[in-house]
């Protein structure tokens, strides 16, 4: 046998294990699919046993349900807040109509009282217009004039507390107007108006008091 085919035979049949191929991987731990805990996490556990891992566990599991009940009721403390709050709001809007419809009441009742006062006045005006004289009316124009001006002014006074003639006309409505005389008339269907014996005033939409009407039998 030549030294080559010995020297081979030798090695063949050496007993040292021969070195890990270096691109095989180190087998891990992790299954797959299961996040890696960093090093520093993983130290933290290394020393515990499973009945530690379990107690924690189950003290995580307490603490969530703590959180979940405080977080139940602050839910319940913030809805009984928002009712509170809407409650208190509605009661400001009752408070501030209440305050206002007083307010208006008290400006009706002021405006009611001055037209007490004026009201004749202009049915007296209003009377003396409508019976002047032809002939004062031709000589007198300027008179007629300055009474209509005084008649016009305190109708702006009472216009401007709220006060405004009602101009009645069409059928008769008892609301508005009230009836002095029946009147056969073939030029008017039965109810309508005819004539205005004195002018009816309202404040706003309340009747301050009803026009004197002749109407159509």
């Known amino acids: ?30 299954k797959e699919g299961e996040p890696e805990l960093p090093a520093a996490e993983a130290s933290k556990w290394a020393d515990w046993t499973r009945e530690d891992l379990e107690t924690e566990l189950d003290s995580r599991i ?3 349900a703590q959180l979940e ?17 809407q409650r208190m709001a509605a009661e400001f809007q009752n408070a ?8 208006q009441e008290r400006i009706d009742n002021a405006s009611q009282s001055l037209a007490e006062k004026f009201l004749p006045v202009l049915d007296d005006l209003e009377l003396a217009l409508g019976n002047v004289p032809a ?3 031709e000589r007198g124009e300027s008179f007629v004039q300055g009474v209509q001006h005084i008649h016009g002014k305190i109708q ?17 409505d008892p609301n508005l107007h ?12 039965s109810g309508e108006i005819i004539e ?13 008091r009803p026009a004197m009407v002749r109407v159509a039998a």
């Open 196 to 208: 205005v014996m004195r002018t009816g005033y309202r404040i706003r939409d309340k009747v301050l």
């Open 96 to 103: 501030r109509k209440r305050l206002d419809r007083t307010a």
């Open 178 to 189: 009230e009836a002095m005389q029946q009147i056969p008339s073939e030029d008017h269907e």
């Open 156 to 172: 702006g006074i009472l216009a401007n507390a709220g006060i405004e003639p009602m101009e009645p006309s069409g059928q008769f």
């Open 62 to 64: 307490c603490r969530i």
């Open 1 to 30: 046998m030549s030294d080559t085919t010995k020297t081979t035979s030798e090695h063949e049949l050496t007993d040292e294990p021969s070195q890990p191929d270096a691109a095989v991987a180190a087998p891990s731990d992790t």
């Open 69 to 85: 009940e405080e977080t139940e009721a602050l839910d319940t403390k913030v809805e009984a807040g928002e009712r509170e709050i």
């Open 135 to 137: 002939e004062v009316r």
